[in-house]
Nanobody, 116 residues
Framework: QVQLVESGGGLVQAGGSLRLSCAAS????????MGWYRQVPGKQRELVAT???????DYAGSVKGRFTISRDNAKNTVYLQMNNLKPEDTAVYYC??????????WGQGTQVTVSS
């Protein structure tokens, strides 16, 4: 089992910044990819950014150049630095971990609200 705990959400004005954290614990050996997804009411959850165990990253087009995903292997933590936030970034942000043997795990989510 793997546990993922997100933190760092909140309310920020447009143009501001936030940093989300996702701390992983449990059987994390074999986690080959971590990522951030977001969801607004009535819409499907969408990919924001992913990072592999090798450090390869991928971003949704809407956040490229504004968001940066990174990982600290010593702390078993993945971060999402969000700059130049826009009202359309408002959503619940979820951390996802993909384990090569036991599949996908999700955190409980953290709310990000960007006011105009």
């Amino acid at each position: 089992q793997v546990q993922l705990v997100e933190s760092g959400g909140g309310l920020v004005q447009a143009g501001g910044s936030l940093r989300l954290s996702c701390a992983a614990s449990g059987n994390i050996f074999g986690m080959y990819e971590m990522g951030w997804y977001r969801q607004v009411p009535g819409k499907q959850r969408e990919l924001v950014a992913t990072i592999t165990s090798y450090g390869n990253t991928d971003y949704a087009g809407s956040v490229k150049g504004r968001f940066t995903i990174s990982r600290d292997n010593a702390k078993n933590t993945v971060y999402l630095q969000m700059n130049n936030l826009k009202p359309e970034d408002t959503a619940v942000y979820y951390c996802k971990g993909s384990h090569r043997l036991s599949g996908d795990y999700w955190g409980q989510g953290t709310q990000v609200t960007v006011s105009s």
